[in-house]
Nanobody
Framework: QVQLVESGGGLVQAGGSLRLSCAASGRTFSVYPMGWFRQAPGNERECVAAISWSSGRTLYLDSLKGRFTISRDNAKNTVYLDLNSLKPEDTAVYYC??????????????????WGQGTQVTVSS
């Protein structure tokens, strides 16, 4: 079992930054690929970033244009998403997710087995 709890969301002005954190509980956190998703009101959920369990490989939604960075600290059972140069269109609920143990890095939602409850990010103009 893996339990995920997101934090770090809030209200920020356009151009600002936030660091989202996802604290995981459960056995062998280090063997799970991790991802961040977001869902804006009325929109479908989309994966914005993912990180592997082994090689450190990362994947990003192309439209982000390098503004987001995903990282993990296995010693702390935590994955991070650094949001930079935020835009109003980044406003959404951001979700942390864990994939299948030892599986590959993916942006596909159906490859993730565990989900957090989400944290709200609101970017004002």
């Amino acid at each position: 079992q893996v339990q995920l709890v997101e934090s770090g969301g809030g209200l920020v002005q356009a151009g600002g930054s936030l660091r989202l954190s996802c604290a995981a509980s459960g056995r062998t956190f280090s063997v799970y690929p991790m991802g961040w998703f977001r869902q804006a009101p009325g929109n479908e959920r989309e994966c914005v970033a993912a990180i592997s369990w082994s090689s450190g490989r990362t994947l990003y939604l192309d439209s982000l244009k390098g503004r987001f960075t995903i990282s993990r600290d296995n010693a702390k059972n935590t994955v991070y998403l650094d949001l930079n140069s935020l835009k109003p269109e980044d406003t959404a609920v951001y979700y942390c997710a864990a994939g299948r143990a030892y599986s590959g890095t993916s942006l596909a939602a159906d490859t993730y087995a565990y989900w957090g409850q989400g944290t709200q990010v609101t970017v004002s103009s």
